[in-house]
């Protein structure tokens, strides 16, 4: 089962920042949180991940909260390309294990 | 670099009947994964190969689905009776070893009447 929640779905304006929440209050010492999206009709894509540490790349910004049981996945500017289930996955580092996905959230960018 | 391949990308069949999907992963990736996508839920692991070995395959339901991945490259998923559950996308990823990131095919979208 995923180890995360997150709420289905929102909504966001076109050239906002778009902000999607993750809970995941079990995650273990050593596991990373990962972000993947999902674009209509296309495989899921990989955007970011992190273990403790704030992280940016040019897609987007990864927030983990202190205590690493929540974290932020913002886009900066989003675009109508951005809409996509976005799935907030947490993973050992190793790569042993599977991702496991949950339902993610499904982010409509409004134009 | 070329993505991991999958075809074909549609398959319309009727319950009973049999049924393949091919997966190239990309070039060097040892490990590959078949994950099956229904409509509205996040995708589940079926199978997961290191070069041609088996690592996981607790979640595939043996008694109708198959897989081999023989020279350690390229992968075949099999269905074989096909019901009317098993509509859903394929999804075909691999990994290169020692990388933390999955790369996904597109898929291939079974329906089953």
């Known amino acids: 089962d995923a180890k995360t929640t997150q709420p289905p779905s929102m909504d966001c304006a076109e050239g906002r920042a778009a902000n999607l929440p993750c809970n995941h209050s079990t995650i273990s010492g050593n596991e990373y949180v990962y972000w993947y999206r999902q674009i209509h009709s296309q495989g899921p894509q990989y955007i970011i991940h992190g273990l403790k540490n704030n992280e940016t790349n040019e897609m987007a910004s990864l927030i983990i909260t202190e205590d690493r049981k929540s974290s932020t996945l913002i886009l900066p500017h989003a675009t109508l390309r951005d809409t996509a289930v976005y799935y907030c996955?947490?993973?050992?580092?190793?790569?042993?294990?599977?991702?496991?996905f949950g339902k993610g959230t499904r982010l409509s960018v409004i134009a | 670099e070329a993505g991991v391949a999958q075809s074909p990308r549609y398959k319309i069949i009727e319950k009973r009947q049999s049924v393949a999907f091919w997966c190239n992963p990309i070039?060097?990736?040892?490990?590959l994964y078949w994950y099956q996508q229904i409509l509205g839920q996040g995708p589940k692991l079926l199978i997961q190969?290191?070069?041609?070995?088996?690592?996981?395959d607790s979640q595939l339901p043996k008694d109708r689905f198959s897989a081999e991945r023989l020279k350690g490259v390229d992968s075949t998923l099999k269905i074989q009776p096909a019901k009317l559950e098993d509509s859903a996308v394929y999804l075909c990823?691999?990994?290169?070893?020692?990388?933390?990131?999955?790369?996904f095919g597109a898929g291939s979208r079974l329906t089953v009447l």
């Open positions: 990823a691999s990994r290169f070893s020692g990388a933390n990131v999955l790369t």
């Open positions: 070039s060097g990736h040892a490990t």
């Open positions: 190969f290191q070069n041609n070995g088996v690592v996981d």
């Open positions: 996955i947490v993973r050992d580092y190793s790569g042993n294990t599977p991702l496991v």
